[in-house]
């Protein structure tokens, strides 16, 4: 009877485990299946999930420099790849500095520029759009190009993830105890040396999660997007696969799904080979705070 | 002497502090500053355009802001305005219907991962997977899902599984009231702008997050002791209880950072609505965007991004002040 029972539990864990699996996994491999299949396997009724023979040409089409939808592709990816990067680095740089100083050094109003950073966060992107657009497009853009430019969307990027860096790595900085800072400084290390040799190595898997997380948000942006660029010279992955969804750009679902496919890879392959980190920054982003 | 040689030291201790206090701005000055120049500054502005009737005019290439005062008269438009209410209850109803949605499958999945079974690290690791799906992404990829023909992949799936025709469609995305022959609850769905629509735009959305969720939960449930269960099953404690009087309560400061934290995120909720049903379905950030970029006002746009962004620090706020608290506890 027991066994029974202990057996039947058994079977209902791995049904419940495939559920979650199919639930999990099945949109995007229906994304990818749509994205291979041809126009007249995708309306036929009833539906094939199988698309035989499966057909390239949309990825062809995407790297494919002199066609219409390959040259949006490419500059997108390569625009996406730029400004993702740079805005990882200048959140890092200055945000870790902010972050050791936050964790290290007790002063007035510590605790509220904490929670000043950690508020920015939670700010809707659309309360920032409103008067960065007409600060630039009313006033900056005389000065200097701003609109559809590359360094500016760098900059608006960094304004919503930089509060977020600061939140996360001092918490890291927090987890490496004080004496070693005043270790390093007897063995005549100056305060700044201190950190960059001895307490940075120390945290570089925090860095590692911090940097991937400021990289999937700065990818994964739309609205400032959508907002402050208009041609190849600054739009996005996520522009693209909006464009090639609707307006003149479109041509079949299977290209829009072409297009999303390979707009989500990048992020993908990277959660998926960093998962454990992502995972326990998340929990220390959120979690603990 | 000694009085001499402590003073020497205090004063070493004072200056050493001042040198502490000069490396720690020092440090911190880089972020501040850009914090000031593209938050606060921006922030503030916001505010002053929100007093304004403002326009951008461009001539010759040029940009110029026209702004005219006008005291708190674009607050008062919106809170006398019913599309403002309507546009607060539709967010309200997105946000707590996939809150809630999110919370239970999430933490199913969880309480599932959180058994022994073969394979179990792939399918932890294969979790990550939605949340890493850019949001426009999702929105095209559920869009696909939900075409309204017959061919579609949910109407497909519905086939497939008998619920629907063989070749009968569900226009999924359709903007029709739900519960409409129940009295009474048809008329609270209709006033919160529940349609089939959003509703199936939630299950999209849902996609996306409830991994990560089931994530943060199964982190959660493995800072419960084992004991207390054992203690529990002895005291003969029903798996039920033992969820209820130990798991739940356990769990408690996790689930409250989720909530808050989603509640803020749910609450800006743009990408997918936007770019599925454009102005059809006008939660907050939608109708701020359409008011400030389609209807080129810029005044009346920062007064309802300056309502929201105020309305989501006074969330910030309370999530802080409670999530003290639970620490202290």
């Not at chain 1, 001092?170 to 960059?196: H, N, S």
């Not at chain 2, 449930?221 to 029903?238: F, H």
């Not at chain 2, 689930?255 to 379905?281: G, K, N, Q, S, W």
Request: net charge positive.
């Amino acid at each position: 009877m027991g066994d029974r029972r202990k057996i039947l539990q058994r079977v209902g864990l791995y049904v419940l485990v495939l559920l979650i699996l199919v639930w999990t996994l099945g949109p995007f491999i229906w994304l990818f299946l749509t994205s291979i299949s041809t126009q007249a396997k995708l309306n036929t009724i009833p539906i094939q999930w199988l698309p035989s023979p499966p057909t390239f040409e949309h990825y062809q089409a995407m790297f494919d420099p002199t066609s219409s939808t390959g040259a949006l592709f490419l500059a997108a990816m390569r625009n996406s790849l730029i400004i993702a990067s740079s805005t990882t680095i200048v959140c890092l740089i200055f945000g870790v500095l902010a972050a050791f100083s936050l964790a290290r050094f007790s002063f007035r109003g510590r605790n509220a520029l904490v929670m000043g950073m950690l508020a920015t966060r939670l700010l809707p992107t659309i309360a920032l759009a409103v008067p960065f657009y007409v600060l630039i497009v009313g006033y900056v853009e005389r000065v200097a190009p701003m609109y559809d430019t590359r360094h500016n969307l760098v900059i608006l990027y960094t304004s919503f993830i930089i509060g977020l860096v600061v939140w996360i790595m001092q918490g890291y900085f927090q987890t490496i105890p004080k004496d070693l800072d005043e270790a390093a400084m007897v063995d005549g290390c100056t305060r700044f040396q201190a950190l960059t040799r001895v307490i940075l190595p120390l945290v570089t898997p925090g860095l590692v999660t911090t940097g991937l997380l400021a990289f999937l948000l700065a990818w994964d942006e739309f609205l400032l997007a959508l907002i402050f660029t208009r041609t190849s010279n600054a739009f996005t992955m996520p522009y693209f696969v909006f464009i090639v969804g609707s307006s003149q750009y479109y041509q079949s679902p299977a290209a829009v799904a072409a297009g999303g496919f390979m707009a989500a890879l990048p992020p993908v392959i990277l959660a998926l080979v960093f998962q454990n980190r992502l995972v326990s920054g998340l929990t220390a982003g959120a979690v603990k705070g | 002497m000694t009085a001499k040689v402590s003073r020497k030291q205090d004063s070493g201790q004072m200056s050493q502090r001042r040198g502490d206090q000069a490396f720690a701005f020092s440090l911190l000055s880089p972020a501040l500053l850009i914090m000031l120049v593209v938050v606060f500054l921006p922030l503030a502005y916001a505010f002053f355009l929100s007093l304004n009737k403002a326009e951008i005019v461009v001539v010759g290439g040029k940009g110029s802001v026209l702004a005219e005062w006008r005291w708190l008269k674009n607050y008062l438009y919106f809170l006398v305005d019913p599309s403002f209410w309507y546009s607060v209850r539709v967010t309200s109803y997105f946000t707590g219907v996939s809150l809630a949605i999110e919370l239970v499958i999430g933490t199913i999945i969880a309480l599932v991962l959180d058994k022994e079974f073969w394979g179990r690290p792939v399918v932890r690791a294969l979790l990550i997977l939605p949340w890493a799906v850019p949001t426009v992404v999702n929105a095209r990829l559920w869009g696909l899902i939900f075409e309204p023909h017959a061919y579609g992949a949910l109407n497909g799936l519905l086939q497939t599984l008998h619920l629907i025709g063989p070749t009968e469609a569900v226009n999924f995305l359709a903007p029709i009231p739900i519960f409409q022959n129940v009295p009474g609850l048809g008329q609270i769905t209709t006033w919160l702008g529940a349609t089939r629509a959003i509703n199936w735009l939630i299950l999209g959305d849902t996609w996306k997050v409830a991994p990560v969720v089931a994530l943060l939960v199964l982190a959660g449930l493995q800072t419960v002791p084992k004991e207390l269960y054992e203690a529990a099953e002895v005291d003969g404690a029903t798996a039920w209880g033992r969820f209820w009087r130990i798991t739940v309560p356990m769990l408690r400061p996790v689930i409250l950072v989720i909530l808050v934290y989603r509640t803020m995120e749910l609450f800006r909720v743009f990408d997918i609505l936007y770019i599925l049903m454009a102005y059809t379905i006008p939660v907050l950030a939608v109708k701020t965007y359409q008011e400030a970029f389609v209807f080129g006002g810029f005044g009346r746009g920062s007064a309802l991004a300056f309502l929201i962004g105020l309305f989501i620090l006074i969330i910030a706020f309370v999530y802080i002040r409670l999530v003290a608290v639970t620490e202290e506890a």
